[in-house]
């Protein structure tokens, strides 16, 4: 590894963590697939599947713990459905 790339590569989960308009934390899989030492997408692809599997057979909703990037804007849609009908129910009482 040369030492522009080493210069590159963030210190620490905390300078690539971002957090969405509700204020929930989430790291990019880009952003980690360098920190965690994987050179090629496909190969940090198949740790991520296999991190899906494990989360799964463990009796957790990999849903709640991975998401796809298409799968942002439906949580995002959603959650937006949910702050409007609160709104809703709070303008009836």
Known sequence: MSE???ARRPK??????QINQF???????????????????RRFEDAI???ITSCQQS????GH???GAGKMII?????EHFARAQTDNDNLM
């Open 23 to 41: 204020g929930a934390e989430y790291w990019s899989a880009r952003d980690l697939q360098p920190m965690l030492g994987y050179t090629q997408w």
């Open 49 to 51: 599947k296999r991190a």
């Open 12 to 17: 620490s989960f905390e300078e690539i963590r």
């Open 65 to 67: 713990h991975f998401a």
């Open 59 to 62: 009796g957790n909703e990999p």
């Open 75 to 79: 949580g995002v849609e959603v959650a």
């Open 4 to 6: 522009n790339s080493l």
